[in-house]
């Protein structure tokens, strides 16, 4: 494993949304090397937006850019009043503003040279503006499939892919499937599949911890119980689900996570799961307990 390395990992999520493996595995490089999670960079309609609007308190304008989060782990918002934006010359004015203030926050915990480790296509402007040893490209997903993409924009996202894949140092990928799409770019592209933390997961299935740690906001269900745990965003098949709820209507059916669905076929799947009397809807729980409610049920 690295050591003594600086890790500057811009992400596309908060640190406080949704476990994924980026925070996995930022936690665990964080025991030896000093690691610096930098929150998705703001765009300038969203901020102009949700501060007139009273979603983004002025409070969030001068809180403090670094927050400590274990032993070797810190958390960077990018300042709201630099937010990205496509047009010059506020573009490049807004792109030295946060420069200088990543730049302070690095000094202020010692990190030099860092390891770049980047996880999404637009952030192929980002290398070389850090001082960087080494650019890492992390591809957890095909990002050319999302439903919010508009058609227009799909070649300027695959150019702009290309582009940070042929400059990373080391390309990772998720799937044997994007190692095929994107493997012949980069002869230094790499199959990691995801993991799972075992003890966690295995400490939770001891029959004993089970009877002990049964979720409360299930306690009241009947056994079985079918379980899904995750976002329930637009790539969920809502339609299966209904059909799952459907076909056994005595059956608890258990959705754990935030609702993040935007498409008009996402929201009427939800619409759809929510008219169904056997299908308990459970938000957004702390990564420790994701074990125990997996645990909960019988099938997943």
């Known amino acids: 494993m690295l050591s003594g390395q600086s890790i500057l990992c811009f992400a596309p999520d908060p640190w406080s949304d949704l476990w994924r493996n980026r925070h996995q595995i930022m936690s665990l490089l964080a025991e030896q090397n000093r690691v610096l999670y930098i929150e998705p960079r703001p765009y300038l309609r969203a901020v102009v937006g949700g501060t007139m609007s009273g979603r983004i308190p002025l409070s969030q304008w001068v809180s403090p850019r670094v927050a400590h989060i274990s032993q ?123 993991a799972v933390d075992y003890a966690r997961f295995a400490a939770a299935c001891d029959p004993d911890a089970m009877r002990s740690s049964e979720p409360a906001d299930l306690a009241d269900l009947s056994h079985p119980r079918i379980g899904y745990v995750g976002a329930l965003n637009d790539k969920i098949d809502y339609s299966l689900l209904v059909q799952v709820a459907d076909a056994y209507p005595s059956v608890p059916l258990v959705l754990v996570g935030p609702v993040r669905a935007t498409t008009q076929s996402g929201l009427g799947g939800l619409e759809a799961l929510h008219s169904r009397p056997n299908v308990r809807f459970v938000d957004q729980v702390a990564v420790d307990r994701v074990p125990n409610y997996v645990a909960a049920c019988d099938v997943g």
């Open 72 to 194: 070797g782990l810190h958390v960077y918002r990018p300042p709201l009043y630099a937010p990205l934006s496509g047009k010059e010359p506020l573009a490049r004015m807004t792109r030295t503003m946060r420069q200088n203030s990543l730049r302070r926050a690095m000094r202020q915990l010692k990190m030099e040279t860092p390891i770049l480790w980047l996880y999404r296509p637009d952030m192929a402007d980002l290398p070389g503006q850090c001082g960087e040893r080494l650019v890492i490209y992390h591809i957890v997903d095909e990002y050319l499939g999302y439903a919010d993409l508009e058609p227009s924009r799909v070649e300027q996202v695959r150019a702009r892919e290309r582009r940070l894949i042929e400059r990373a140092d080391l390309v990772l990928v998720t799937s044997r499937t994007l190692l095929e799409s994107k493997g012949g770019i980069n002869p230094n592209t790499h199959w990691v599949p995801n």
